[in-house]
T-cell receptor, first 113, second 115 residues
């Protein structure tokens, strides 16, 4: 099994550009989420989804959009990139339920100039 | 609101010494608790989780953690550190009263193991 696959692994953008970070999982997990990791701040939840067609905001949703048209895919969109969005982004998935461990992708390292 | 505090952003131990990484949570109802490890340039891997069975939880790679409700703590320990344990460790909580599965993470602790 591939698990959780994130693409691209690295990306450099200019301020104002848009892009989509891709996330796919092959474990038939209902729950998927996006986090950003910044030094000294741990991981902060951006958006999450409890199933296809259902999304909700996390702790730091501003500047990001998501959609969930299939169980497998959960893309994260930056509509107008800002330097403050320079970070490492992780996608995770799990079976539904509050005690299920989350499976993480390897991350996308995003720099915005 | 739930929160997680990891005491010490950096911990340094000698190879063979005891590893102790501290985690305290704040929650009106004891949450589900997790420890994750992150090796350089990788995603997070689950070390262990507490879901209200035994209060002493054993995980992978010789790590264990003890849930102490009276202290609102879930500290991670390993009797003897190996060089391969050098990584960043995250404590996380998930609410028992919400089925969204959202995790709240601590700030992380970087473990350095000296030869």
């Amino acid at each position: 099994n591939a698990g959780v696959t994130q693409t691209p692994k690295f990306q450099v953008l200019k301020t104002g550009q848009s892009m989509t970070l891709q996330c796919a999982q092959d474990m038939n997990h209902e729950y998927m989420s996006w986090y950003r990791q910044d030094p000294g701040m741990g991981l902060r939840l951006i958006h999450y989804s409890v199933g296809a067609g259902i999304t909700d905001q996390g702790e730091v949703p501003n500047g990001y959009n998501v959609s969930r048209s299939t169980t497998e895919d959960f893309p994260l969109r930056l509509l107008s990139a800002a330097p403050s969005q320079t970070s490492v982004y992780f996608c995770a998935s799990s079976r539904t339920g509050h005690n299920q461990p989350q499976h993480f992708g390897d991350g996308t390292r995003l720099s915005i100039l | 609101a739930q929160s997680v505090t990891q005491l010490g952003s950096h911990v340094s131990v000698s190879e063979g010494a005891l590893v102790l990484l501290r985690c305290n949570y704040s929650s009106s109802v004891p949450p589900y608790l997790f420890w994750y490890v992150q090796y350089p340039n990788q995603g997070l891997q689950l070390l262990l989780k507490y879901t209200s069975a035994a209060t002493l939880v054993k995980g992978i790679n010789g790590f264990e953690a003890e849930f102490k409700k009276s202290e609102t703590s879930f500290h991670l320990t390993k009797p003897s550190a190996h060089m391969s344990d050098a990584a960043e460790y995250f404590c996380a909580v998930s609410s028992r009263t919400s089925n969204t599965g959202k995790l709240i993470f601590g700030q992380g602790t970087t473990l350095q193991v000296k030869p």
